[in-house]
């Protein structure tokens, strides 16, 4: 039997009991038992994963709930229409009368398309607001040629704001557009 290997019978280095290995010879150090939390670790970060997965959800929900208006309406025009004096004192109803202006701009030239959607927005609540709303763009046959989603951030009580985006539409004419939800939050 070689020299560097114990007896089969007998005890083993570094084990209870076996005294002190022979010189020379390497061991393992003896520490402390070591303590097993991995599992309390484990379901505690995955418990803390669970609540930020419900409370994303919560949020999700109550935003995509929303206010409930999702009717569609006609887009405000910059042509005034025959209006009752009645109707001229009263004040706007509602967060959507804050959309004062939304149409198509035809900016076309030399044979290029070119059409745009402009709006203008004048915040009547008595704090800083955002806007978003969506809107569609259909032919005088009721086919619907284009949608978009629009955002106006920061706006201060009694400030007026304008925007334009580009769009697809290959002609203005008789095109009509319409508002399909609008909303209007508090900015941070």
Same mark, same amino acid.
């Given at each position: 039997m070689?020299?560097?290997?114990?007896?089969?019978?007998?005890?083993?280095?570094?084990?209870?009991?076996s005294?002190?290995?022979?010189s020379?010879?390497?061991?393992?150090?003896?520490?402390?038992?070591?303590?097993?939390?991995?599992g309390?670790a484990?379901?505690?970060?995955?418990?803390g994963?669970l609540?930020?997965?419900i409370v994303i959800?919560v949020?999700?929900l109550v935003?995509?709930?929303g206010?409930?208006?999702?009717?569609?309406t006609?887009?405000?025009?910059t042509a005034?229409?025959?209006?009752t004096?009645?109707?001229?004192?009263?004040?706007?109803?509602?967060?959507?009368?804050?959309?004062? *202006?939304? &149409?198509l %701009?035809?900016?076309s #030239?030399?044979?290029?398309? @070119?059409?745009?959607?402009?709006?203008t927005?004048k915040? /009547?609540? *008595?704090? &800083?607001? %955002?806007?978003?709303w #969506?809107?569609?763009?259909? @032919?005088?046959?009721?086919?619907r040629?284009?949608n978009? /989603?629009?955002?106006?951030?920061?706006?201060?009580?009694?400030?007026t704001?304008?925007?334009?985006?580009?769009?697809?539409?290959k002609?203005?004419k008789?095109?009509?557009?319409?508002?399909?939800?609008?909303?209007?939050?508090?900015?941070?």
């Amino acid at each position: 039997m070689p020299a560097s290997e114990p007896p089969a019978d007998g005890p083993r280095w570094g084990s209870p009991g076996s005294g002190p290995a022979p010189s020379g010879q390497w061991t393992s150090p003896a520490g402390p038992p070591q303590k097993k939390q991995r599992g309390r670790a484990c379901l505690w970060g995955c418990s803390g994963a669970l609540a930020v997965v419900i409370v994303i959800v919560v949020v999700v929900l109550v935003i995509a709930q929303g206010d409930g208006n999702d009717s569609t309406t006609p887009a405000p025009s910059t042509a005034t229409t025959g209006t009752t004096s009645r109707e001229k004192t009263q004040e706007p109803r509602g967060e959507r009368a804050d959309l004062i *202006g939304f &149409q198509l %701009d035809d900016r076309s #030239d030399a044979g290029i398309t @070119d059409i745009w959607v402009a709006w203008t927005i004048k915040n /009547s609540s *008595g704090g &800083q607001s %955002d806007y978003s709303w #969506d809107w569609e763009a259909v @032919d005088p046959g009721g086919t619907r040629l284009a949608n978009g /989603s629009q955002l106006e951030t920061d706006v201060q009580p009694g400030q007026t704001a304008r925007g334009e985006y580009p769009t697809t539409l290959k002609s203005a004419k008789g095109i009509k557009l319409n508002i399909t939800s609008f909303n209007r939050t508090a900015s941070y």
